[in-house]
């Protein structure tokens, strides 16, 4: 995944300071009917600001855990978005 990368580097300004590149952008689906990628609500960016470098910590020890779509879709039925909920479960593909 690394070589994929190799080319970005963030720039310093004339006065040292590190111009950010935006690596990720990610965006919010509120219900399964928004399908226009470019509509959807942006709710963070990951930026580099540093240069990037192999680590055994982040080839072997980082990781992150995302929650089971189960949990945020009965979330809804919790807050009362109930209609919301029923969209989701009639979407999600059954496995």
């Known amino acids: 995944m690394l070589n994929y990368f190799t080319d970005w580097s963030p720039s310093l300004t004339n006065e040292g300071e590190v111009v950010p590149i935006v690596l990720f952008t990610v965006k919010a689906r509120y219900d399964p009917s928004d399908e226009a ?3 959807l609500p942006t709710i963070a960016e ?3 600001t540093s240069e990037l470098y192999r680590s055994t910590f982040g080839d072997e020890r980082l990781f992150f855990r ?7 879709i009965w979330l809804l039925n919790d807050i009362g978005e109930d209609d919301r909920r029923k ?5 999600t593909p059954k496995i």
């Open 37 to 39: 990628v470019e509509d």
């Open 46 to 48: 990951i930026f580099l």
């Open 66 to 72: 995302h929650k089971v779509l189960g949990q945020d």
């Open 87 to 91: 969209a989701w479960v009639h979407a």
